[in-house]
Protein backbone atom coordinates (compact mmCIF):
# COMPACT_ATOMS: atom_id res chain seq x y z
CA UNK A 1 0.00 0.00 0.00
CA UNK A 2 1.54 3.67 -1.18
CA UNK A 3 1.75 6.65 1.22
CA UNK A 4 0.93 8.40 -2.10
CA UNK A 5 -2.03 6.85 -4.45
CA UNK A 6 -2.22 7.09 -8.25
CA UNK A 7 -4.63 5.53 -10.31
CA UNK A 8 -2.56 2.18 -11.40
CA UNK A 9 -3.88 2.61 -15.23
CA UNK A 10 -5.05 5.65 -17.16
CA UNK A 11 -6.24 5.87 -21.39
CA UNK A 12 -6.03 8.37 -24.01
CA UNK A 13 -6.42 8.69 -28.00
CA UNK A 14 -3.77 10.23 -29.89
CA UNK A 15 -3.74 14.20 -29.36
CA UNK A 16 -6.09 13.73 -26.63
CA UNK A 17 -4.76 15.91 -23.27
CA UNK A 18 -5.05 13.12 -19.71
CA UNK A 19 -4.45 13.72 -16.40
CA UNK A 20 -2.74 11.26 -13.60
CA UNK A 21 -3.58 12.06 -10.41
CA UNK A 22 -1.79 11.60 -7.11
CA UNK A 23 -3.54 11.65 -3.66
CA UNK A 24 -1.68 12.29 -0.39
CA UNK A 25 -2.28 14.29 3.04
CA UNK A 26 -0.81 17.11 4.73
CA UNK A 27 2.32 15.51 5.91
CA UNK A 28 3.61 14.62 2.23
CA UNK A 29 1.94 16.68 -0.70
CA UNK A 30 0.23 18.57 1.84
CA UNK A 31 3.37 20.51 3.27
CA UNK A 32 6.25 19.44 0.65
CA UNK A 33 7.20 19.56 -3.39
CA UNK A 34 5.64 17.01 -5.34
CA UNK A 35 7.99 15.41 -8.81
CA UNK A 36 7.00 12.84 -11.56
CA UNK A 37 8.90 10.66 -13.59
CA UNK A 38 8.29 8.15 -16.20
CA UNK A 39 9.77 4.96 -16.69
CA UNK A 40 9.83 2.77 -19.74
CA UNK A 41 10.13 -0.86 -19.92
CA UNK A 42 13.58 -1.46 -19.23
CA UNK A 43 15.21 1.44 -18.29
CA UNK A 44 15.79 4.06 -15.56
CA UNK A 45 12.98 6.59 -14.61
CA UNK A 46 13.26 9.86 -16.11
CA UNK A 47 12.00 12.99 -14.41
CA UNK A 48 9.64 14.95 -15.90
CA UNK A 49 8.20 17.41 -13.57
CA UNK A 50 10.11 19.15 -10.32
CA UNK A 51 8.82 21.27 -7.64
CA UNK A 52 4.99 20.64 -8.52
CA UNK A 53 5.17 22.41 -12.13
CA UNK A 54 8.57 22.87 -13.25
CA UNK A 55 9.79 21.14 -16.43
CA UNK A 56 13.65 19.91 -16.65
CA UNK A 57 15.45 21.19 -19.94
CA UNK A 58 14.52 18.81 -22.50
CA UNK A 59 11.10 17.62 -21.55
CA UNK A 60 8.40 18.90 -23.63
CA UNK A 61 5.72 21.79 -22.68
CA UNK A 62 3.12 18.58 -23.54
CA UNK A 63 4.08 18.07 -19.87
CA UNK A 64 2.79 19.52 -16.91
CA UNK A 65 1.93 19.23 -13.19
CA UNK A 66 -0.15 21.09 -10.92
CA UNK A 67 -0.97 20.91 -6.63
CA UNK A 68 -3.74 21.72 -4.80
CA UNK A 69 -3.83 20.71 -1.29
CA UNK A 70 -3.01 17.34 -0.63
CA UNK A 71 -3.65 16.23 -4.49
CA UNK A 72 -1.40 17.11 -7.46
CA UNK A 73 -1.82 16.04 -10.87
CA UNK A 74 0.18 15.42 -13.67
CA UNK A 75 -1.23 16.36 -17.48
CA UNK A 76 -0.29 15.10 -20.58
CA UNK A 77 -1.50 16.94 -23.75
CA UNK A 78 -1.48 16.03 -27.61
CA UNK A 79 -0.83 12.45 -26.49
CA UNK A 80 1.39 10.14 -28.20
CA UNK A 81 2.07 6.69 -28.48
CA UNK A 82 5.48 6.79 -27.39
CA UNK A 83 3.97 8.60 -23.78
CA UNK A 84 2.64 5.04 -23.37
CA UNK A 85 4.42 3.59 -20.17
CA UNK A 86 4.56 4.39 -16.51
CA UNK A 87 4.26 7.24 -14.52
CA UNK A 88 5.10 7.88 -10.90
CA UNK A 89 4.39 10.79 -8.45
CA UNK A 90 6.91 11.20 -5.37
CA UNK A 91 7.02 14.01 -2.32
CA UNK A 92 8.61 14.57 1.38
CA UNK A 93 6.61 12.97 4.19
CA UNK A 94 7.44 15.30 7.49
CA UNK A 95 6.26 12.27 9.45
CA UNK A 96 8.12 9.21 7.97
CA UNK A 97 10.80 11.48 7.26
CA UNK A 98 11.34 10.10 4.26
CA UNK A 99 10.30 10.29 0.62
CA UNK A 100 6.84 8.24 -0.47
CA UNK A 101 6.03 7.35 -4.25
CA UNK A 102 2.82 6.57 -5.38
CA UNK A 103 2.08 3.14 -6.51
CA UNK A 104 2.52 4.29 -10.47
CA UNK A 105 0.06 4.29 -13.04
CA UNK A 106 0.43 2.58 -16.60
CA UNK A 107 -0.81 4.88 -19.26
CA UNK A 108 -2.19 3.32 -22.75
CA UNK A 109 -2.33 4.98 -25.30
CA UNK A 110 -5.02 3.87 -27.46
CA UNK B 1 28.41 13.66 -20.01
CA UNK B 2 26.82 13.05 -16.73
CA UNK B 3 27.11 9.70 -15.58
CA UNK B 4 26.23 7.60 -12.63
CA UNK B 5 27.40 3.71 -13.03
CA UNK B 6 26.02 1.27 -9.85
CA UNK B 7 28.15 -2.04 -9.24
CA UNK B 8 28.09 -4.81 -6.75
CA UNK B 9 24.95 -6.34 -6.90
CA UNK B 10 24.58 -10.13 -7.22
CA UNK B 11 22.73 -13.08 -5.78
CA UNK B 12 23.25 -13.72 -2.02
CA UNK B 13 21.21 -15.48 0.78
CA UNK B 14 18.79 -14.66 3.05
CA UNK B 15 20.65 -12.50 6.05
CA UNK B 16 23.79 -11.89 4.13
CA UNK B 17 25.17 -8.56 2.68
CA UNK B 18 26.25 -6.57 -0.06
CA UNK B 19 28.16 -3.34 -0.59
CA UNK B 20 26.78 -1.27 -3.50
CA UNK B 21 28.75 1.51 -5.13
CA UNK B 22 27.49 4.11 -7.84
CA UNK B 23 30.42 5.48 -9.27
CA UNK B 24 29.63 9.51 -10.26
CA UNK B 25 31.55 11.23 -13.31
CA UNK B 26 30.74 14.73 -15.65
CA UNK B 27 29.64 16.87 -12.20
CA UNK B 28 31.06 18.15 -9.64
CA UNK B 29 30.23 15.04 -7.12
CA UNK B 30 30.62 17.29 -3.72
CA UNK B 31 28.05 19.61 -4.84
CA UNK B 32 25.00 17.42 -4.99
CA UNK B 33 23.16 15.31 -2.22
CA UNK B 34 22.23 11.66 -3.47
CA UNK B 35 19.90 9.07 -3.02
CA UNK B 36 19.28 5.36 -3.68
CA UNK B 37 15.90 4.53 -4.91
CA UNK B 38 15.12 0.35 -5.34
CA UNK B 39 12.34 -0.98 -7.75
CA UNK B 40 11.58 -5.35 -6.67
CA UNK B 41 10.40 -6.98 -9.91
CA UNK B 42 7.32 -6.35 -11.52
CA UNK B 43 6.75 -3.39 -8.79
CA UNK B 44 6.90 0.24 -8.63
CA UNK B 45 9.72 2.87 -6.92
CA UNK B 46 10.50 2.75 -3.85
CA UNK B 47 13.05 5.79 -2.36
CA UNK B 48 15.67 3.78 0.20
CA UNK B 49 17.91 6.24 0.90
CA UNK B 50 19.43 9.92 1.32
CA UNK B 51 23.03 11.78 2.04
CA UNK B 52 23.54 15.53 1.37
CA UNK B 53 26.54 16.58 -0.11
CA UNK B 54 28.87 16.65 2.99
CA UNK B 55 27.36 13.49 4.35
CA UNK B 56 25.90 15.85 7.45
CA UNK B 57 22.23 14.32 7.15
CA UNK B 58 21.20 11.04 6.15
CA UNK B 59 17.72 9.34 6.01
CA UNK B 60 16.83 5.46 5.28
CA UNK B 61 13.45 4.53 4.99
CA UNK B 62 12.02 2.51 7.86
CA UNK B 63 11.71 -0.57 5.76
CA UNK B 64 15.62 -0.68 5.83
CA UNK B 65 16.47 1.16 8.74
CA UNK B 66 18.93 -0.32 10.64
CA UNK B 67 20.16 -3.30 8.28
CA UNK B 68 21.41 -0.14 5.22
CA UNK B 69 23.42 2.21 5.40
CA UNK B 70 24.82 4.92 3.13
CA UNK B 71 27.84 6.60 2.58
CA UNK B 72 30.54 8.68 0.07
CA UNK B 73 33.47 9.27 -0.62
CA UNK B 74 33.60 12.82 -2.00
CA UNK B 75 36.99 12.77 -2.96
CA UNK B 76 36.68 9.76 -5.14
CA UNK B 77 33.15 10.81 -6.49
CA UNK B 78 31.76 7.46 -5.18
CA UNK B 79 28.41 6.72 -3.09
CA UNK B 80 28.04 3.44 -1.48
CA UNK B 81 24.76 1.73 -0.01
CA UNK B 82 25.98 -1.50 2.47
CA UNK B 83 23.30 -3.52 2.82
CA UNK B 84 23.30 -6.43 5.56
CA UNK B 85 20.33 -8.79 7.29
CA UNK B 86 18.99 -9.05 3.52
CA UNK B 87 15.22 -10.40 3.70
CA UNK B 88 13.64 -12.15 0.63
CA UNK B 89 11.73 -8.81 0.12
CA UNK B 90 15.10 -6.60 -0.66
CA UNK B 91 15.38 -8.46 -4.19
CA UNK B 92 15.63 -5.44 -6.59
CA UNK B 93 16.87 -3.24 -9.00
CA UNK B 94 19.27 -0.57 -6.78
CA UNK B 95 19.26 2.57 -8.71
CA UNK B 96 21.84 5.69 -7.54
CA UNK B 97 20.37 8.77 -8.46
CA UNK B 98 21.49 12.65 -7.82
CA UNK B 99 19.41 15.45 -6.12
CA UNK B 100 18.42 18.13 -7.26
CA UNK B 101 17.06 21.52 -5.32
CA UNK B 102 16.35 19.85 -2.28
CA UNK B 103 15.68 22.25 1.12
CA UNK B 104 17.55 22.80 3.64
CA UNK B 105 15.32 24.48 7.15
CA UNK B 106 19.05 25.47 8.88
CA UNK B 107 19.42 21.98 11.09
CA UNK B 108 18.48 19.55 8.70
CA UNK B 109 18.50 19.17 4.43
CA UNK B 110 16.03 17.54 2.73
CA UNK B 111 15.33 15.33 -0.77
CA UNK B 112 14.37 17.24 -3.36
CA UNK B 113 13.86 15.67 -7.34
CA UNK B 114 16.09 12.68 -8.25
CA UNK B 115 17.25 14.73 -11.68
CA UNK B 116 19.93 11.92 -13.28
CA UNK B 117 19.96 7.86 -12.57
CA UNK B 118 22.28 5.04 -13.21
CA UNK B 119 21.24 2.51 -15.01
CA UNK B 120 20.63 0.19 -12.25
CA UNK B 121 22.18 -2.80 -10.37
CA UNK B 122 20.33 -6.19 -9.60
CA UNK B 123 20.29 -7.38 -6.38
CA UNK B 124 18.93 -11.04 -5.63
CA UNK B 125 18.38 -12.11 -2.15
CA UNK B 126 17.48 -16.21 -2.22
CA UNK B 127 18.62 -19.40 -1.08
Known amino acids: QSVLTQPPSASGTPGQRVTISCSGS????????VHWYQQLPGTAPKLLIYRNNQRPSGVPDRFSGSKSGTSASLAISGLRSEDETDYYC???????????FGGGTKLTVL | EVHLVESGGGLVQPGGSLRLSCAAS????????MNWVRQAPGKGLEWVSYVSSYSTTIYHADSVKGRFTISRDNAKDSLDLQVNSLRDEDTAVYYC????????????????????WGQGIMVTVSS
Open chain 1, 26 to 33: SSNIGSNY
Open chain 2, 26 to 33: GFTFSNFA
Open chain 1, 90 to 100: VAWDDILSGMV
Open chain 2, 97 to 116: ARDLHGTYDGSNYYPGAFDI
